[in-house]
């Protein structure tokens, strides 16, 4: 009998390029998750072509990330940046490439389509029925979480984007959630049959993300050996809420005066989505709060930077309104920093409460200080956490999730060829 191989997925990510910096733009832990799981499927023998929207008129048709890794940079629209709400005015003109693309070789180039986030989902529809090949989709955020959990401020995403979800749910032929409270927002909210939901964790990169001096890392970082520091790392908008880092860091300065001299709040990372509107947010609150003396802004850093800032802090300090699963959480604990979380969505999972960290309902900024706080004041309770940081982290390397991706991968082709599959390793 005739068996097909998983040899070649066309990933697209439409509106963020892989090669982004995350933590600049619409660039986060999607970009991170596509670039991590695509080098891993390359050395487990499975070339990965990802198709994403050029933003400069100077970047080449076809750039290698790695070996086996290729992204085409495909023309759609202005090639300035653009607004996430705008992108779907140019969905023709992508998917058009994509097929254009395609259409070069002989056929059967691709064996499965793998898209992130709806808009990529709407393309990946098309282009499934096009080839005849599996649609594989990753959500990343979805709307209809989005507006349950809406900060204070913060606009509900659009019907347009909640009707372009609940389409591709109903023709993809499986779903990736990351954690298994996904997969059942997927199954309650948006009606998609279990048996083509499968939850696959994200990994971090544990070569990168590692334990190291403490001592160097502030060194490099000029920060004080002494100094409280409590880090913050993402994209600066209402929905990752940092400002609730600020306030919390406020009122303990108003609880305990003479933490002043030694407390560091530092923000990494830069203006995105609805932050865009106020790229200078931070900046006046803190002023506002009387606390600028202490609040470090900082732009988006590569892994190596990144990784001797998680090092640095006492706590890295994830208070979102939603996450898909939290990878920050995750590179903060394979550092062997613990972290004070949010309780919601994928951060239950990506942070173990009481053991790699501590999760906090609600985004009251008084509770946020009491949390933080007391591990300032508990250096041994820190170092436990610390270690069961590391141990947690230790289970979610990117191998795994690009081993179970191909699993996802092969039960795609067969349950839509109904022929035995093999996967190349």
């Known amino acids: 009998m005739r068996r097909r191989r998983v040899d070649r997925v066309a990933t697209i990510s439409m509106h963020t390029s892989p090669l982004d910096q995350p933590g600049t733009g619409d660039a986060g832990g999607m970009n991170v998750y596509i670039v991590e799981s695509a080098k891993r ?9 990802i198709f994403t929207r050029a933003t400069a008129r100077d970047l080449p048709p076809v750039a290698e990330l790695a070996p086996g890794v290729l992204v085409r940079h495909l023309t759609a629209g202005p090639y300035e940046e653009m607004d996430r709400a705008d992108l779907p005015g140019q969905l023709c003109a992508f998917l058009s490439e994509v097929l254009r693309t395609e259409a070069m070789y002989d056929p059967g180039r691709y064996a499965v389509i793998h898209s992130h986030y709806w808009l990529s989902g709407q393309v990946g529809w098309l282009a499934k029925e096009r080839w005849g090949v599996p649609l594989v989709h990753t959500m990343h ?37 990351n954690t298994a409270d996904e997969a059942r927002e997927l199954i309650e909210l948006y009606g998609a049959p279990e048996s083509r939901v499968a939850v696959v964790n994200p990994g971090v990169n544990l070569t990168v993300f590692q334990p190291a001096s403490r001592g160097a890392s502030r060194h490099r970082l000029g920060l004080p050996q002494d100094a409280h520091v409590l880090l913050f790392v993402g994209r600066i908008q209402p929905l990752k809420a940092p400002d609730v880092l600020l306030r919390a860091a406020a009122r303990m300065l108003i609880d305990d005066p003479s933490l002043r001299g030694r ?27 009387g606390i600028s003396d202490v609040v470090r802004l900082v732009p988006p850093a590569p ?8 090092r640095a802090a006492d706590v890295t300090v994830v208070p979102s309104y939603s996450e898909s699963f939290g990878l920050v959480a995750l590179e903060s604990q394979a550092c062997g920093t613990p972290v004070v979380a949010a ?15 501590l999760l906090v309902d609600g985004h009251d900024p008084h509770l946020w200080a009491q949390a933080l706080a007391g ?13 069961g940081a590391r141990a947690h982290a230790a289970a979610f390397g990117w191998q795994a999730t690009s081993a179970r991706l191909l699993d996802v991968y092969a039960a795609a082709v067969a349950n839509l060829h109904k022929v035995p599959v093999a996967v190349n390793f």
């Open 41 to 49: 499927l390359a050395q487990a023998g499975v070339e990965v072509e």
């Open 141 to 177: 955020t979805m709307a209809k979480v989005k507006n349950l959990l809406l900060a204070s401020g913060d606009k509900p995403e659009p019907p347009a984007r909640v009707v372009g979800e609940e389409q591709v749910v109903g023709v993809a032929d499986r779903l990736v959630a």
């Open 263 to 289: 407390l560091v709040v530092a923000c990494v990372g830069g203006p995105s989505g609805n932050g865009l509107a106020r790229p200078s947010l931070l900046t006046e609150l803190a002023t506002e709060l």
């Open 303 to 310: 892994q190596e930077e990144l990784a001797d800032w998680y």
């Open 343 to 357: 309780a919601v969505g994928g951060l239950r999972t990506a942070v173990r409460d009481g053991v790699s960290g």
């Open 375 to 387: 591990l300032i004041a508990e250096p041994r309770r820190r170092a436990l956490l610390s270690a």
